[in-house]
T-cell receptor, first 115, second 113 residues
Framework: AQSVAQPEDQVNVAEGNPLTVKCTYS??????LFWYVQYPNRGLQFLLK??????LVKGSYGFEAEFNKSQTSFHLKKPSALVSDSALYFC?????????????FGAGTQVVVTP | DGGITQSPKYLFRKEGQNVTLSCEQN?????MYWYRQDPGQGLRLIYY???????QKGDIAEGYSVSREKKESFPLTVTSAQKNPTAFYLC????????????FGDGTRLSIL
């Protein structure tokens, strides 16, 4: 069975500092990996995905993520955080061998960016 | 603009009452999903559908029912058998391919009167 772990319930960072949100996964075979962001009382918004190719994936709003196969990780990063990045972030995984889009989501990490 | 529309945004249920949450998409996606979100618990899958007239139970289907009579629509009924229905409900859709992201509506918040 596939699973996703987000080890930090909350990440606190000062505006302008680098932001990292951690994600590790467990799947049999090659993974498809996704990051989403959720603002209060809103649905999830897709940020970026890793399917194959370059381990560094760039996405929306200046976010990027690094796929590390040996560490089974897919950490989300932003070089300089903004107060508006304060939100709930979800990592999700699917398997390459799965023919359709049923995802396994992590529990979420709350990001708080202070001015 | 293409997207997913959930309605109503807020819903109140009385004891013993069934309520139906609407989800409509115009993205021409084959697959649709319903999730329940409780504080600190992330998303839990209630039901999903890969194709019209077919749907499967997710991890927490008890007390819920769905239908998929049209490609665009996937309504969720919260029945009186669901004893703790207070939650934020999210509908999503995707292409029927594993490497495609899910697209989400803005949710319905259900509360007990």
């Amino acid at each position: 069975a596939q699973s996703v772990a987000q080890p930090e319930d909350q990440v606190n960072v000062a505006e302008g500092n680098p932001l990292t949100v951690k994600c590790t996964y467990s799947v049999s075979g090659n993974p498809y990996l996704f990051w989403y962001v959720q603002y209060p009382n809103r649905g999830l918004q897709f940020l970026l995905k890793y399917i194959t190719g370059d381990n560094l994936v760039k996405g929306s709003y200046g976010f990027e993520a690094e796929f590390n196969k040996s560490q089974t990780s897919f950490h989300l990063k932003k070089p300089s955080a903004l107060v508006s990045d304060s939100a709930l972030y979800f990592c999700a995984v699917n398997r390459e061998t799965d023919s359709w889009g049923k995802l396994q989501f992590g529990a979420g990490t709350q990001v708080v960016v202070t001015p | 603009d293409g997207g997913i529309t959930q309605s109503p945004k807020y819903l109140f249920r009385k004891e013993g009452q069934n309520v139906t949450l609407s989800c409509e998409q115009n993205l021409n996606h084959d697959a649709m999903y319903w999730y329940r979100q409780d504080p600190g618990q992330g998303l839990r899958l209630i039901y999903y559908s890969q194709i019209v007239n077919d749907f499967q139970k997710g991890d927490i289907a008890e007390g819920y029912s769905v239908s998929r009579e049209k490609k665009e629509s996937f309504p969720l009924t919260v029945t009186s058998a669901q004893k703790n229905p207070t939650a934020f409900y999210l509908c999503a859709s995707s292409m029927d391919k594993g490497n495609q992201p899910q697209h989400f509506g803005d949710g319905t918040r259900l509360s007990i009167l």
